[in-house]
């Protein structure tokens, strides 16, 4: 595709047509899944190559990617493997994401996979597809498949006189060619072809980084979003929560939108709603809808007091990962013990855009528009929901907010369904800004406990890392079941809640070593706004901040430098050429902290480190901060990331991901906290959820990437931003000789403990 | 009962007719009028999501009532200037690859573009103060920044 068609206004919109179905235009998009031949294509299943490749009668190469790209640039780089494998420029390959009646459930947007994992497979399922069409082009023109050679799609014969395209052999018809299934759907999906891949002395499009395929449509204001969907005769929902949790409609009084024009009530059990044709009108609607609500004693503990009650609360699952030799006996054996308590808040998604979906039930056939991370299993969940077979249910991906985790769009979505079912028309949801933070599925607060025994020549022989949270799994980390969404909740579905928290990745090599978690119950089971789930590097934050505060505290407790500490413990190669290449990059001068030369200073600045590993993404980040004794303002001056994903297919776009989620990671760790009091959340708006502004952004932010081309390729998309709240936590204590321990470093908090 | 009113939009007048004067300018120019640009964020002008230039100044089209908007020159991301034509702010947003998500977009660069109108060289505080009321929930803060002093510097 040229740049210039890819700019065609009518590119991506979404757009009615006469007879008043609704059609997704792509333009020139949708011919290369017509068969020229009137072959039929092939049924979509993970084992057919026509499932996940197309080249149409133009040599337009269209990729069927079964999961989406929220705006960290996958669906380049996406683009980028499969022209590799393929040689075809990057510029004729085109995405088709996550439309469950176009491509296979690839697992959505899902642990920074969409590379290491749906990349690598349909890298297989490009070089599949170039071995076949080498094989067609031997068999046209009479020569030996492996004497032929491709150019940017067209085959040639080794004297290089005759020539054939990809599109003359297979423009518009279907490879009809098994791939190898492991029988999995979603993450564990596993694809692959007979052909090789590239070796990377051969590549010429991976490692280079062509612009986002995205960002002009966004630019120009060309890109419709979910929001932007609309449909004849389609109603605007607005939900209508109750002001205390748990509570439920017990009478509604109908005239108090009497006056609103078009404006209905609909009650389906505990489920509420106003829909209207106009959307102002449903807005004022809800606004202004009398209902009264049943008695409900949530008893919370408040946002202030929620880690006493996480402290003392009874574990009710609980799992120890990494259990090496005695702990018992190594801190018995010690000749000092060291303890240190992190604790960190609950988190909103707090997309810049609350929740919206649109739903279009009818016929016993539903269709769906969503944002959600997940769409083939948000189609599932509302199959389940409207109870319908999944194959009559379509969930059509959209560009939307940016989520980064499991937030609310499923739940929009899913309430969609449910009006529309009952309406008869199709509904469009849109939360308002109190739902997007009072009521989207959180990021849990947690307390993690550490313990260090240190024997008398200062070696640590025992360590202990305990996170105790609430299930990162309280709500799925996807909409698969009605069970996972608000909508079933207040009808009634019986829920599936899971306990599990996770670890640290056990890196240290530490004599003896415990690391585990512990989870407790829920503060409300059904219908809560406190629900936990997967927020943006899901538990990373929260056990990093307490295991690399930790690491830190037990390397100032032993007077020694946080860098060589570090190294002392890491064996693993890519671990410490990440945490030397960061050091080295700062200008790291090796010192115990705190620096004590500005014990007394009221500006003091200071540098700290974080490491982890994850999958194989191997990230040390050293910021600098400056920090304010009299106003408990932190500063963040300058990040160094050092950052090992393996393989790097966009080095561009991969800063710019790493950049990206500095800032955000640094959000996370001086503003955001859910406040919540003993009846509901009390954060509904900018004021009361307070995030990073333009005023705290670090002055640089310097990454420098470690290229591996050897190693295959693991996740970027969230991995670092965990490291943000240790490495200012311990910059901190550099500056200050103080020991921040809970999250989020407000100038209050600041203030308070420097005091 | 309903009004009519005219709104010029990208330098085209429209008409409509509206249940509530007071109803905010975002829900005319998408709800009404289709215009997309704008997107609801807060309701409360507390994000920038929603940004429109009203005659040349940024505002938040969640918060102006559209009767206020009856008679001015309202122009949106799209109307600042196209592919052929691209805004200087356009232009260095693609070089500074500056947006991830976008939902934000349209408060950055309507904001950014009307602070260039009234002062063509701001300085660097200049600039972080007129976008300091932004919100942004990738992290795009920096880059766009870097993309509003890369016009500047041009």
């Not at chain 1, 599949?128 to 491709?150: H, N, T, W």
């Not at chain 2, 010029?8 to 997309?36: C, K, W």
Request: charged letters at 25%; proline letters at 6%.
């Amino acid at each position: 595709m040229t740049e210039r068609d890819e700019l065609h206004p009518l590119s991506r919109r979404v757009f009615l047509l006469a007879s008043g179905a609704l059609a997704i235009a792509l333009t020139g998009c949708d011919r290369s899944e017509l068969a020229s031949n009137g072959a039929t294509k092939p049924p979509l299943m993970p084992d057919q190559l026509d499932s996940f490749l197309a080249v149409g009668p133009d040599g337009m190469v269209t990729v069927f990617y079964g999961r989406i790209d929220g705006g960290q640039g996958l669906e380049t780089s996406i683009a980028q493997m499969v022209a590799e494998e393929l040689d075809v420029p990057f510029e004729r390959v085109r995405m088709v994401m996550s439309d469950t009646a176009r491509t296979v459930n690839m697992g959505g947007a899902s642990g920074a996979l969409g590379v290491s994992r749906s990349g690598m497979h349909l890298r297989s399922c490009a070089a599949e597809a170039r071995k076949l069409l080498l094989e067609m082009a031997g068999d046209a023109l009479g020569v030996p498949a492996d004497s032929l050679s491709v150019t940017d799609g067209v085959i040639r014969t080794s004297g290089g006189d005759t020539t054939i395209s990809y599109a003359q052999l297979i423009g518009g018809k279907h490879f009809d060619a098994k791939l190898t299934w492991n029988g999995e759907y979603g993450n564990d999906l596993v694809v692959s072809g007979k052909a090789k891949i590239k070796e990377p002395s051969q590549f010429k499009i991976i490692g280079t980084s062509p612009r986002r395929k995205d960002l002009p449509l966004k630019v120009f204001g060309r890109l419709d979003m979910v929001n932007d969907v609309r449909l004849p005769s389609m109603l605007h929902a607005r939900m209508i929560r109750p002001k205390v949790a748990g509570a439920v409609p017990v009478g509604v009084d109908e005239s108090s939108i009497a006056d609103i024009p078009g404006a209905r009530v609909v009650r389906i059990k505990d489920l509420l709603a106003v829909v209207a044709p106009k959307e102002w009108n449903a807005v004022r609607a809800a606004e202004r809808l009398r209902v009264t609500w049943s008695e409900s004693h949530p008893n919370f503990p408040g946002h202030d007091k929620l880690h006493d009650h996480i402290r003392s609360a009874p574990v009710i699952a609980r799992r120890i990962e990494t259990e090496n030799g005695s702990v018992d006996e190594g801190l018995r054996n010690a000749a000092r013990v060291i303890e240190g308590e992190y604790e960190f808040p609950t988190q909103s998604h707090a997309s810049l855009g609350p929740a919206c979906g649109i739903a279009d039930v009818k016929n016993g056939e539903a269709t769906v528009w969503t944002s959600t991370q997940k769409p083939h299993y948000a189609r599932d969940g509302i199959a389940d929901l409207l109870g319908l077979p999944p194959e009559k249910v379509r969930a059509i991906w959209m560009f939307g907010t940016g989520s980064y985790g499991r937030n609310d769009q499923g739940d929009a979505t899913a309430d969609a369904a449910v009006l529309s079912q009952h309406l008869g028309v199709p509904v469009r949801v849109q939360y308002m800004r109190h739902e997007g933070l009072a009521w989207d599925p959180k990021g849990t607060a947690s307390v993690s406990r550490n313990r260090a025994g240190i024997d008398a020549s200062g070696k640590v022989i025992a360590y202990e890392n305990i996170g105790k949270a609430f299930s990162r799994l309280n709500t799925a980390t996807n909409e698969g079941g009605a069970a996972h969404v608000l909508a079933g909740h207040l009808l009634g579905v019986p829920l599936e809640p899971e306990q599990s928290f996770n670890v640290p990745i056990a890196s240290y090599t530490f004599d003896h070593k415990r690391i585990g978690w512990e989870v407790i119950a829920p503060l409300m089971e059904r219908a809560s706004p406190l629900r936990t789930t997967h927020l943006r590097d899901p538990y990373g934050p929260p056990i990093l901040f307490g295991s690399e505060s930790f690491i830190d505290e037990v390397a100032a407790a032993t007077s020694t430098d946080p860098v060589e500490f570090r190294l002392r413990y890491l064996s693993h190669p890519r671990d410490r050429e990440a945490v030397r290449a960061a050091a080295e990059k700062y200008g790291w001068d090796a010192r115990p902290s705190p620096r004590n030369t500005q014990r007394n200073a009221d500006v003091a600045t200071g540098r700290g480190i974080a490491f982890r590993r994850h999958f194989e993404t191997f990230i040390a980040l050293v910021a600098e901060i400056r920090v304010t004794r009299s106003t408990g303002v932190i500063e963040p001056l300058r990040y160094v990331c050092a950052h090992d994903v393996g393989l790097i297919v966009n080095p561009e776009t991969l800063r710019h991901v790493i950049d990206r989620q500095l800032v955000y990671g640094t959000s996370r760790t001086l503003f955001e906290e859910v406040r919540f009091d003993e009846n509901m959340v009390t954060s509904v708006d900018w004021l009361t959820y307070p995030v990073l502004h333009m005023n705290s952004v670090p002055q640089s932010i310097e990454v420098h990437l470690i290229d591996r081309p050897e190693s295959a390729p693991s996740g970027a998309g969230e991995m670092a931003l965990g490291l943000v709240p240790a490495a200012i936590g311990n910059a901190v204590f550099d500056a200050t000789g103080v020991r921040l321990r809970r999250v989020p470093f407000t100038p209050e908090r600041v203030k308070a403990a420097l005091a | 009962m309903a009004e009519r009113f005219t709104l010029t939009v990208n330098g085209a007048a429209h008409a409509i007719e509206v249940d509530d004067p007071s109803m905010p300018l975002l829900y005319a120019l998408r709800d009404e009028l289709q215009f997309n640009n704008p997107r609801f964020g807060c309701g409360l002008g507390q994000c920038g999501a929603c940004t429109v230039h009203l005659d040349g100044r940024a505002v938040r089209s969640c918060t102006v009532p559209v009767s206020a908007a009856a008679n001015a020159k309202i122009t949106t991301l799209a109307g600042l200037g196209t592919p052929e034509t691209p805004h200087k702010l356009q232009t260095a947003w693609i070089e500074e690859q500056v947006s991830q998500c976008a939902y934000c977009i349209n408060g950055w660069i309507m904001t950014a573009a009307a602070l260039l109108e009234e002062k063509p060289k701001p300085s660097d505080e200049e600039i972080k103060t007129a976008l300091s009321d932004l919100i942004c929930r990738c992290g795009t803060h920096g880059a766009a920044f870097r993309a509003v002093k890369r016009v500047v510097e041009s």
